[in-house]
């Protein structure tokens, strides 16, 4: 039987109509800050599409545009002014910076209650011990698609490819800590089928366009695919959707799966920056 399809479009508007109706009854409004460095095509679309989404929950939200040569101090300088701002609860850069920059340096200052992609070390630090404050958008949006099957992540094997701090990382420890037994594939794995063959949890982020094919698949397996990647001109995943979706028994499709629900997140994640500002943390 094919598998279902996880409509990730669906999910995001019931979280953004619920957040809407929220913002609405509130006096002070949650704040955004995006910052995109240079002219990254990709980042350009993603910082425009959060932008829009949090305009439409009717949010506030400010974003910096600095030229692809901005020096190092000059970004830092910006950030500690977000930081000092009390309109501004969440301050998102979007990554990847110019080489020129440290990124690991510029993640870090930014105050962890504003951090609301969850990257700072600090906050990422609390995921790992268990006791989560802000997590990264993208990996509570893969943990959020897995949930709305209704299968229960306890006992199950979870196979993550890919092992970015952006997502492959965090959403190994999520899973972990919902239980699962987890293994991350990368691209020094000898043989990823081996693992991937095993997993009721798949989680395709290694940035490769068809990389998860239908032999790698489990029967009745959730497959969730993070990839985006551009070819000839269209947006593909991770994972050989057409073939894969004969085996699995829950499939995301790209586009219309993981992104919507990551920009969901990060608005969740911007109005617990508000609350965690509220009570002064
Ligand atoms: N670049 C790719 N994904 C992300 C993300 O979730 N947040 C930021 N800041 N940059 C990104």
Redesign the pocket.
Known sequence: MPAKIIDGKKIAEKILNGLKSKIKSMKEKPGLAIVLVGDNPA?EI?VSSKEKTFKEVEGYCERHNLDKDVSEMDLLNLVTKLNNNPKVHGI?????LPKHINEHLITNSILPHKDV?G?TSVNLGHLMSGNTILA???ARAVLNLIESTGIEIEGKNAVVVGRSN?VGKPVAIMLLEKNATVAVCHSKTKNIAEHTKKADILVAAAGKPKLITREMVKEGAVVIDVGINRVNGKIVGDVDFENVKEIAGYITPVPGGVGPI?IAM?MENTLKAMELAKKGI
Not at 92 to 96: E, N, Y
């Open positions: 980042s993603y998102l850069v979007q990554l990847p992609d990257f990264p958008a993208t952006i990551t990060l």
